[in-house]
């Protein structure tokens, strides 16, 4: 069992930024891939971003993909998502979740409670 919990969101002007951590429980955060996806009001969750078991790739939606930086530390068992240069498209609540595969796939395993960010333009 793994229980995550997100903090960081909040409210911030259009080309700010904020930085999203994800807590993890349990001593096999290593062994899971990690990712962030995102709802905004009246849409359907969508993929944010991926980083595979350590020394895996990174996988970012097109877009988010050169404004947004997902890490991981293990030793910490915490999962970032830096998000740079943000738009009001960027509003939504934020889930952080957790893939035994080796990838994050569409179903992961766990999901946080999710956190708010807002953007104002």
């Known amino acids: 069992q793994v229980q995550l919990v997100e903090s960081g969101g909040g409210l911030v002007q259009a080309g700010g930024s904020l930085r999203l951590s994800c807590a993890a429980s349990?001593?096999?955060?290593?062994?899971?891939?990690m990712g962030w996806f995102r709802q905004a009001p009246g849409k359907e969750r969508e993929f944010v971003a991926a980083?595979?078991?350590?020394?895996?790739?990174?996988y970012y939606a097109d877009s988010v993909r050169g404004r947004f930086t997902i890490s991981r530390d293990n030793a910490k068992n915490t999962v970032y998502l830096q998000m740079n240069s943000l738009k009001p498209e960027d509003t939504a609540v934020y889930y952080c979740?957790?893939?035994?595969?080796?990838?994050?796939?569409?179903?992961?395993?766990?999901w946080g409670q999710g956190t708010q960010v807002t953007v104002s333009s």
């Open positions: 979740a957790a893939d035994s595969h080796y990838e994050v796939t569409r179903t992961p395993d766990y």
């Open positions: 349990g001593r096999t955060f290593s062994s899971y891939a």
């Open positions: 980083r595979s078991r350590s020394g895996g790739p990174t």
